[in-house]
């Protein structure tokens, strides 16, 4: 039985964060993440450039600093999430305090 793949939104910007790559969905609710839960691989593509990953969640005390650090690397997430109400100020602590609500996945290659 083939595995199961996702294409998660375009518009989602990876970080990185000590080594490795993550992603940080600010819509409660998104059907990327409920799929990403159950899929075995995901793709990510970039431009012309596609990539078959497999996305693991993050535990809330895992997400804690990858959320801190997110306002530095992904301003413009941080704008749509405000704009969409989930996030006030956007400051790092907001962040880190919505750990465990916010899903953070972290990206491993299929090698």
Do not use: C
Not at 11 to 35: I, T
Not at 59 to 75: T, Y
């Amino acid at each position: 039985m083939p595995a199961e793949r996702v294409r998660p939104p375009g518009w989602l910007k990876p970080m990185h964060f000590e080594g490795k790559r993550y992603v940080v969905n600010g819509y409660p609710g998104a059907d990327w993440v409920s799929n990403v839960r159950v899929a075995d691989q995901a793709t990510l593509t970039q431009g012309r450039r596609s990539e078959r990953v497999r996305m693991a969640e993050l535990q809330a005390d895992e997400a804690r600093p990858v959320l801190r650090e997110f306002p530095a690397q992904v301003p413009t997430g941080v704008d749509l999430m405000k704009r969409a109400g989930v996030l006030t100020d956007g400051t790092p602590d907001e962040l880190e305090g919505l750990a465990g609500r916010l899903p953070v996945f972290r990206i491993d290659p299929i090698t």
